[in-house]
């Protein structure tokens, strides 16, 4: 019998796991334990996020490791758990060991993960899972809450059975109290000694970070079992031999117990550079660097693992420990790795981070940033602030026709220093060598912090380097560089930057026009009023040429066309929907107005927008499309100087490029006020290439730039989507939420909720050529519904055709026999434009075959499919609300009609026995009614918000549960104002 036979399965999972892994893995497996299962991709996340920096600077490697250990359980599909023994403790030691905090950053990026489109794709009900998890880390109440619920939009939405409403609350239940620690566990462990169920708990308490081992070891010594002595045999592996007096020699090196002789910043010192510690020789004396005598600059060689960024963080910290911030300044760059500097941005002497991985445009950006700043120190006097420049992983900088070392090295006079890190002599620019005064080379074989320091004076001399990741005053958790970075940023203020990182994310439009507002008579607006009526579009942002920052890329759209070519699905359309959607909310319809031509249904999320007087869809015949063309040249004729007009064009080009180029000739008349906004793939196109404002995205070959080749290479090297400027500036193209994928439902959405707060007629008072809302409501009682039915149908189309609640033109028609019904319905479906929004209600029994339910009101479903599905329009809502013999009938009728056709469309079916009473249409009514429904507060009501209204009431009623259904962002769909 082994030692883990003695031990519980628990016990002996961590001590075989142990055994096998490196150090630091089983902290990685702490932060493993908040979500309910991991795949690769999540792993790697958690070590890159929180396993980059010393003491466990975790390789790739221990990924795998950690998956195919017997912590994990493989799950299938790329899938691993984590035993729920297990998890309780480790959710306990990452408690323990890195405070609450982490358990909720932890959580945060769980969340961040779910939002990636797809990720849990195979595993549908695993996503609703993960989220509820992370709330119940996050805010346990609000995570019981949603339960206690009982599957509301959430959990109908995604057809969320019993089983597991009850298996998730039974997960909530065992997550332990976020007060627990590991002491309080070894505590009462220690209490029930010297029972086998104690011993066994110390035994796994005692294996997990965080622990007092020495008080566990001790406690198990008085015990007299062979229980006793095999969690002591088991623990004293971990515990290792005893110290040495030679094993304290390699002890770590705090910072700070090298520091004690600077007085922090107390002395003035004239411009100098005085030498800093940054490390012990073998005898334990201090080894300086002296940035005035042994460089300028200088060279750190570290292979991987041996200590590099931990090195890097001592230099920085050290020099700027004994300097002020007005004697020196401190500029950091990642070449490749993001969090090299993490924390150190708060230092008063640092005036830039830039976190890697750098682009090419990222990397020119940079140069261009430091160039003005050389330049700009050229001119200050001879006391300005040394600047010290901090490169990590040089040899990762992206090639740039400026060399940025180059430049650096030649500003002999800008009172510059550089320090230069990477894994080999592998040297890039030409002449390197000869301006390094100073190198330090970290051994590869040796505990990470071993290394060599050599000047162009001195021998090779031995050092280990000092660490800043130790607790600076235990058993206080702030680091020793936690505590120089606050100590020092309280002595003085922030310097102004000189440099900003290339953003995260791709700018969002209403965070760079400003919040959204309704104005009186200017309807939903955003951005100051100096941008009210200016014919001014948003494509993205920018850099600011102080290099501070980033701001809107602002174009004159009065000055001329304007073209946007590239590849297709490289931004250009996302361009053109900002450019509209920015000038929607700064410029009522009175004031500008849109003409569509669709090609490719990527405008198709504009069509709501009350600006706009006529739409060409791209499933218009070649005949209608012609003809429409001809009558938008006559209605530009027509409107002459009368408002601003501009022609959006998704993909210029043929079949139309004959009446393009007509309407191209009348945009260069002044006297029209009319410009053209298009995209294309190419310069070739007829026309386009005439246009007097070009922007670019990635181009199939960057060569045929119009703007600049040399930067239109750069484009492909980008992880956002980058665009080239008229100036040939590169900006991150903006998108109206927060990701891409969701960019056209969100432009839609945003779309609507402009012509509901336009309370003026459609474009000023002119009859629109396309688009509006229409709804039809129907109703059939000849099936034996309740007479409370009736009432219903009437409350419907009343609210829905209010013009200040829903604004729909309502066709309303009650007890028709089915044929009269279906023609109805075909007619009203039949004559809808793409930029029409279309309610469709229809309240009555269900008809049931041998398949089950398959008619309402004696309309077949898979009919009613057929005809949203042939339906012109994108935005579409169907309201089923039904008498039927059972709850099941309800779900296959919305699972019937979902999916019908490629709108943004948004399907509800409510249902109620047969005797009883509708709920479901009277909840929506009262929702829409009296506002109540409008959950977040924005004045708008979407299908979503009265959705869920509904199922409140309804559920609160005893009813049964309604279901909904969505393609796309339908549940956005703007049902009414509030």
Known sequence: MTVFDRVSTAAARLAEARAALPPGAIELACHAAVPVAVDPTLLNLLRINFFVDPPHDLPWSVEAALLTSPLFKELGGDLYEIDDDLRRHLLISLRTTYGPDRAVQVALLLERYCDRPGVWGAHPFLEQAQRLTAIGIIDPSAAHRWLEDAAGDSGTEAGLSKDWFVAMRGRLDRQPDPALRLDTEMDEAIALLPSNAAVQRLAELGQLPGADLDAIR????????????????????????????????????????????????????????????????????????????????????????????????????????????????????????????????????????????????????????????????????????????????????????????????????????????????????????????????????????????????????????????????????????????????????????????????????????????????????????????????????????????????????????VAIVGMPYTGRVDILISLVLSLALTNTPDEVQFVLLDRGGGLAPLFALPHIVLAIGDDEDPQARSEALRAAVQFIERRRGKRRLFLVVNQWGPPDLAELLTLAAASRDPSHGFHILASAESWDVGGIESFTTRMETKLADPSTSRIDADRAAQLHAERLDYGLAPDGEPFVIGLIGEYRADNRDNAAALATDIAIQWTASAAGGQRRLGGGRFALVIGNLRYGDTVAMRGNVAAMAEVLGDPSIGGFAVTSTVDRDPQRIRQAIGEFLSDRTYTDQVVLYLAGHVLRDLDGPNAVAGVGVQWLRTRLKACRARRQLAILDVCTAGEGDGTRLADLLNGAGDATGAWMVGSYPRGGFPRFTRALVSGLRDGSADSDGDGVITAGEAFQHAVADGVAAGAWTPLLRRNGAGHGFVIAAA
């Open 218 to 561: 001790d406690a198990l010594g008085f015990v007299r079992s062979d229980a006793a002595a095999s969690a002591l045999a088991l623990l004293d592996r971990l515990a290792g031999p005893e110290s040495s007096d030679a094993d304290l020699e390699d002890a770590p090196v705090p910072l700070t117990d090298l520091l004690g002789a600077f007085p922090m910043w107390d002395e003035h010192l004239d411009g100098r550079l005085v030498p800093v510690p940054f490390g012990v020789d073998n005898a334990g004396r201090p080894v300086t660097l002296d940035l005035e005598r042994h460089g300028p600059h200088g060279w750190i060689i570290a292979p991987a693992y041996t200590g590099r960024r931990q090195l890097l963080r001592t230099i920085v910290l050290a020099l700027a420990a004994a300097h002020p911030p007005h004697e020196l300044e401190l500029l950091l760059v990642g070449a490749s790795v993001p969090r090299t500097f993490t924390g150190l941005k708060d230092l008063p002497h640092t005036v830039g981070v830039i976190p890697g991985p750098l682009t090419p445009i990222s990397a020119g950006r940079l140069a261009d940033d430091i160039g003005r700043e050389l330049d700009r120190r050229l001119h200050m006097p001879a006391n300005r602030p040394k600047l010290v420049i901090v490169i990590d992983k040089y040899l990762n900088l992206p090639p740039h026709p400026d060399s940025l070392v180059g430049r650096l090295f030649n500003a002999d006079d800008a009172g510059l220093h550089v320090l230069l890190t990477d894994g080999s002599h592998d040297f890039r620019s030409p002449g390197l060598p000869e301006h390094l005064g100073f190198e330090m080379r970290l051994e590869p074989n040796a505990l990470p912090g071993f290394g060599t320091f050599t000047t162009r004076s001195s021998e090779p001399q031995q050092f280990r380097g000092a660490v800043t990741f130790l607790p600076h005053d235990p058993p206080r958790r702030d680091t020793v560089a936690e505590w120089l970075v606050a100590r020092m940023s309280g002595l003085a203020g922030p310097r102004p930057w000189i440099a900003a990182p290339a953003p995260s994310a791709q700018p969002a439009l209403l965070d760079l026009l400003g919040p959204r507002r309704v104005v009186e008579g200017r309807g939903l607006t955003a951005g100051s009023q100096a941008l009210w009526g200016k014919a001014a579009g948003i494509a993205g942002s920018v850099g600011r040429k102080d290099g501070t920052g980033y701001e809107p890329l602002e174009l004159d759209l009065t000055t001329g066309n």
